[in-house]
Nanobody, 125 residues
Framework: EVQLVESGGGLVQTGGSLRLSCAAP????????IGWYRQAPGKEREGVSC????????YYTDSVKGRFTISTDNAKNTVFLQMDSLKPEDTAVYYC??????????????????YGRGTQVTVSS
């Protein structure tokens, strides 16, 4: 079982930016559907963004559209979540997840094979 590792979280003021990364030693995301999720204290886990297994399609939940961008590096060894114009309501633990490898295009699957342990993002007002 692959253990993904998130990094890049931290404390930032409202309006600031953070770039989250997700990777694992020796792991390649080619042909994997990838998702970023978050969970705030006392709230249910929320899907934030996904990128399809072909890399063609992306998804963003309404609250982050225009502010967050999901991407991978050219070698598909690392997945990023660029977060701009951060708001206090973005405060949460952010997790990445991956499902695959897949032989068809898939985005935001219901279940993932691999998850990370999360990175804390705190946005101060």
């Amino acid at each position: 079982e692959v253990q993904l590792v998130e990094s890049g979280g931290g404390l930032v003021q409202t309006g600031g930016s953070l770039r989250l990364s997700c990777a694992a030693p020796g792991f390649n995301f080619a042909n994997y559907a990838i998702g970023w999720y978050r969970q705030a204290p006392g709230k249910e886990r929320e899907g934030v963004s996904c990128i399809s297994s072909t890399g063609v399609s992306t998804y963003y939940t309404d609250s982050v559209k225009g502010r967050f961008t999901i991407s991978t590096d050219n070698a598909k060894n690392t997945v990023f979540l660029q977060m701009d114009s951060l708001k206090p309501e973005d405060t949460a633990v952010y997790y990445c997840a991956a499902e695959g490898p897949l032989d068809h295009d898939s985005i935001c699957p219901d279940f993932y094979d691999a998850y990370g342990r999360g990175t804390q993002v705190t946005v101060s007002s």
